[in-house]
């Protein structure tokens, strides 16, 4: 019932309010995601069929969490664990993410080096809040996700290095050289969000090394020695032949300056629990636990007395990571399949054979064409005419920080079915008929 006589607020002029904000907060780039996932609401309301390929998202439908776990957070509900968790993570948990590194990549860290987070990001803004002062600079390569924006956060100058599909977008020692001498943050993520590709063996243990030559340079000069970021956060997604490697295991030497960060999120559909980790010399992660306690970015108790008893469990983790990652590759290979079709029907269309995360490269080729009365000028042209002619939804590598109308787009399958898939190819045919 609403409640008559309630005092109104008056907030006034909303802009005067905003210049008043800090600087930092004004120049805050939103996300270019969620601008376009409101042109996809838009659409759904007005009736028609989208294939939506723009989250990094799963829908519980297609993607549910292990029922392990799902139990498991119902008990640790009921038995009254709804405390605020220790600031660097329960024990428990950290014990069996210990564990379950030890299993997978077969290193050992201290306990020490685990801090358990509320998802991953808290790590990203840690690990950057602890290495980089304003203006120092920091590598990463394009096309790359959210690195623009913590860059932002902090003040820092960003270095983008952009990659092309040549490498599977990946980063190569001799891309990252020339910036590494005056750099204090290096940043790599395998298999990387946006493309769905995985950094090779040689490649990431060349950039170990590296990093080990610049740290033993700046030792002997007394300067503050260069950090590897390492996002694994899709680590466990991986197809094919292809593999996931982590820096500490390949170049040991390297293990003082890396900040490795896994979670709960893509491995086990889980985003909404909000349970990440990051692995990192004790000395790293003890700063980092007092800026995460600041934040109060912690972990919720429940899902982590819950998620330490499932990776406890190997049976059942190695279960639930055979049907998970069956379920993205049928998706992932289902457009591959479509679209290598349609390139070998003379479409304009390439895509690069996916190796890992929930992702696909798409390019189409239609930059300067003409379809359906639109000038096609720049990604977004043909990311719009692919929304509204074909109901097809993706998002170009601008979004990620790759700049230029290159007609590169990424294409995400946690919340679409294989129907969805099959149902877009026909529409998407029929729109780029004109091009062949
Ligand atoms: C590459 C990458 N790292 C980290 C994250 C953050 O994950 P979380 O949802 O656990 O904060 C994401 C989320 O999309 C991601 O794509």
């Not at 309010?17 to 838009?42: C, F, H, P, T, Y």
Request: charged letters at 20%; glycine letters at 8%; a negative charge.
């Amino acid at each position: 019932m609403i409640q008559q006589n309630l005092l109104q607020l008056d907030f006034g002029d909303a802009k005067s309010v905003d210049d008043s904000l800090s600087a930092v907060a004004r120049g805050m780039v939103g996300s270019e995601i969620l601008k376009i996932a409101a042109d996809i609401r838009q659409m759904v309301r007005d009736g028609k069929s989208v294939c939506n390929l723009t989250v990094g998202d799963f829908d519980a439908r297609q993607f549910p969490i292990p029922t392990v776990l799902l139990e498991g957070i119902k008990n640790a509900l009921d038995s009254g664990e709804t405390n605020y968790p220790p600031s660097d993570g329960v024990l428990e948990l950290r014990q069996s993410i210990v564990d379950y590194i030890g299993r997978e990549w077969g290193v050992e860290y201290p306990l020490g080096s685990i801090l358990v987070t509320g998802g991953a990001r808290p790590i990203l803004y840690a690990a950057y809040r602890c290495v980089v002062e304003p203006g120092d600079k920091v590598v990463y390569p394009v096309p790359s996700w959210n690195n623009n924006h913590y860059t932002w956060l902090t003040g820092s100058q960003g270095v983008p290095v952009p990659t092309d599909v040549d490498n599977g977008f990946m980063p190569t020692l001799d891309l990252l050289r020339p910036h590494l001498s005056d750099a204090r943050l290096l940043c790599l993520c395998s298999p990387l969000n946006p493309t769905g590709t995985v950094m090779d063996e040689p490649t990431l243990r060349s950039i170990c090394e590296a990093v080990v030559e610049e740290n033993a340079r700046r030792t002997a000069a007394g300067r503050p020695h260069l950090f590897l970021l390492y996002d694994q956060i899709y680590g466990s997604l991986v197809f094919g032949g292809a593999r996931t490697h982590v820096p500490a295991a390949l170049v040991p030497e390297v293990a003082p300056w890396v900040i490795a960060l896994d979670g709960a999120s893509k491995a086990l559909a889980a985003t909404g629990l909000r349970v990440g980790w990051a692995m990192a010399a004790p000395a790293v992660t003890a700063r980092m636990k007092d800026l995460i306690g600041h934040v109060g970015a912690w972990a919720p108790r429940p899902e982590q007395i819950a998620l330490a008893r499932f990776l406890a469990d190997e049976a059942s983790v190695s279960a639930y990571r055979e049907e998970m990652t069956a379920r993205v590759r049928m998706r992932l290979d289902g457009l591959y399949e479509g679209f290598s079709a349609m390139a070998d029907d003379g479409y304009p269309v390439r895509c690069v054979s996916p190796q890992g995360a929930i992702y696909l490269s798409l390019r189409i080729d239609a930059i300067g064409r003409e379809i359906a009365g639109r000038k096609l000028e720049t990604n977004d042209d043909i990311r719009k005419l692919v929304l509204d002619e074909a109901g097809l939804a993706i998002v170009p590598f601008q979004a990620f920080g790759l700049e230029g109308d290159t007609g590169w787009f990424r294409l995400s399958v946690g919340a679409c079915s294989m129907e969805d898939i099959a149902q877009a190819f026909p529409r998407l045919r029929a729109l780029l008929d004109p091009l062949r």
